[in-house]
């Protein structure tokens, strides 16, 4: 998450509300590209939360996998969240346990936020993760070495869909429509408009002939899920 410290708890509230009522039914038939001639990264920041139903029901009827970065606090307190991101396919990664400016604090409570989320999702059924976003993007000498202490790659984003300061949902997919092969796309768990946009982001992406990958714990980069 970059630029909020607060969850939008109405904005979730409207996507459940959206998602009951169907008006965030999209096509069965999910766009695909014929050919994988490359790999993007969707990844969606601060879950497990009460709307990560109708993110998952979007992904999956698209046709689409990505990449979770939950936050340690909520994996401990949805863990049925945690096991459903996986049973749907999802990657899971560690976002922190409170979603704290990382670069402010002491190396002994940069250790606390990542180790206290590795546990937390490995507890919750989300298996141990292996790659590691720091909140807001800020890292430095310490954050990196306590990542790579408990076998984390640290890895950023290359586009910003910006959904977090309240982008439209024709912004999003226009966000999305600048991924390039090995990129990853910086989505959030929460907003509304990031639900409505997947549909089309699974069409743009198919037209292009890119696939959603996993993004390897080896480069940081999207590549061919296995």
Not at 15 to 28: F, M, P, Q
Not at 151 to 179: E, F, K, P, Y
Not at 196 to 209: D, K, N, V
Request: with cysteine.
């Amino acid at each position: 998450m970059k630029g909020l410290a607060l969850r939008p708890l109405a904005a979730a509230s409207a996507v459940v509300a959206l998602a009951a009522a169907g008006a965030l039914a999209v096509d069965t038939a999910p766009a695909r590209a014929a050919a994988c001639n490359g790999y993007v990264g969707l990844s969606f920041d601060d879950g497990p939360s009460g709307n990560t139903p109708a993110l998952l029901n979007a992904l999956t009827r698209n046709g689409l996998r990505a990449t979770m970065f939950n936050e340690g606090q909520y994996a401990a307190a949805n863990p049925a969240q945690v096991r459903a991101q996986v049973a749907a396919g999802m990657w899971v990664g560690n976002h922190s346990y409170t979603h704290p400016h990382l670069t402010q604090l002491s190396q002994a409570q940069v250790d606390s936020e990542i180790s206290r989320t590795q546990q937390a999702i490995a507890g919750a059924g989300g298996g141990t993760p292996r790659i590691f976003r720091p909140p807001y993007g800020e890292t430095n000498a310490t954050v990196r070495a306590v990542a790579t202490k408990y076998g984390l790659t640290q890895v950023t984003w290359d586009v910003d869909s910006q959904d977090w300061n309240g982008a439209s949902t024709d912004a999003i997919v226009a966000a999305a429509a600048r991924l390039t092969n090995g990129q990853l796309i910086l989505m959030h768990d929460w907003p509304a408009n990031t639900v409505a946009a997947i549909p089309r982001i699974a069409q743009g992406l198919a037209a292009r002939g890119l696939c959603a990958g996993m993004i390897s714990a080896q480069t940081g980069r999207a590549v061919a899920p296995g």
